[in-house]
């Protein structure tokens, strides 16, 4: 039996809820509630000694990391719905997406979602109970994401991961001439990378930056990943955020 | 037919370079001196446009990045001498393993690598070659990284870099209460990464942080690492650094 451990359908959570949509694998929905810090909870902690969701369990089996639960997933069910290709050099181009996704993506847009949204939860906690909370996260980097998040991060910080989320869409963009997908032909796991962790929320984040005229295929592969089922259906999964924390393209308040 | 550009037997180029070897694999060998800035030139970054070694080129098709050579190697060659478990779950064991190597071990390796021994190449330039230099480096981020290295890296982030190999040496000293390797029984591409990267240079740079008494199991592991023939047959290739340049254990001179 699979079960995921996950949060909202955004970033690290979405991406492997498309990947079990897309290939059609029946799994049981396990919701870990970040607003109540449940990823830090002795259970969880348990489950995840780093205290991160998502984590997918395969009979009793704990896979951590996303790109590697995914991979994982293609290695146990490579006939359903395939996201790698079975071509070992447009594999090799996938992982090498998977690792620029993973390295040079991820952590840029992610700091921007902390500074507008992370950072009002991490304000609206009082001294002494955001000083327990933090006893309790078990990564250093973690814990100093969090700080960062309540004093606010530098903005040298933000304008530098600004410029890097545009060098990736002007790399994707590029990319995308060889299309319909990142892979040519393939729809991959790449693709499914890439809009987990910023085709979904560049828009949002940053209207100026990437628009139909700036990036004419990049806006048409957002559209038509929102347009498959398995997309629409992981995308369309409970959300508890406050509304108040949708802040994409403001200042956090 | 099999060819790899890479440098000197260390890091990177030692990553892939093990992997050949341990699996048997026949090749020829393209060394790109970097000594000479070759990684530069217009003959390599038609290559890679990054301008970085390692590159294997499989019968015209050029495949990047170290893991993704390594895992390329593994779906080419699957019945040769395998390095990834057949496993899914130990496979996904490995792929963790690697994305900690890569993310969270190499580049603070490779920040006191540069700073004890590229910041001596990037100092004996004149300052007028250097900037022409600088001017064929692709990747913004390398060229920062040269800059610095002729600046010199701030201690605290040196000190920071210690701290993170330091916290990955003892990760690993734990994980080989179950070894041998570091997935068990079985050898994999994860033993490979964290020697190429880390198990080979730690006792040369911070002799006094990983020693017989402080990490047993890690100091054991490092010698039988050094004692199977295909990593003793990579260790063995060309070294052309000059030998002034060997100040592992010391400060930049």
Redesign the interface.
Known sequence: MLALYHAEPAANSLKVLIALHEKGLAFESRYVDLHKFEQHEPWFVKINPDGQVPVLD?DG?L???T???N??LE??FPDQNPLRPAD??K??HT??WN?FC??HVMNHVSMHGWHRMVSIIARSVESDEFEQLMSRIPLKEQREKWRTARSGFAQDQLDEATRKIEVACNRVEAALADGPWLIGDFYSLADINFFSYCGIAVGRMFPEMVTAQSHPRLTDWVERMRARPGVAMALAGPDHTDPKLRTFTGEAR
Chains 1, 2 share one sequence.
């Open positions: 395969h089996a896979i951590v990391q790109t590697v639960i991979e994982y290695d146990v070992p050099v594999r090799a992982r090498v690792k993973d390295e």
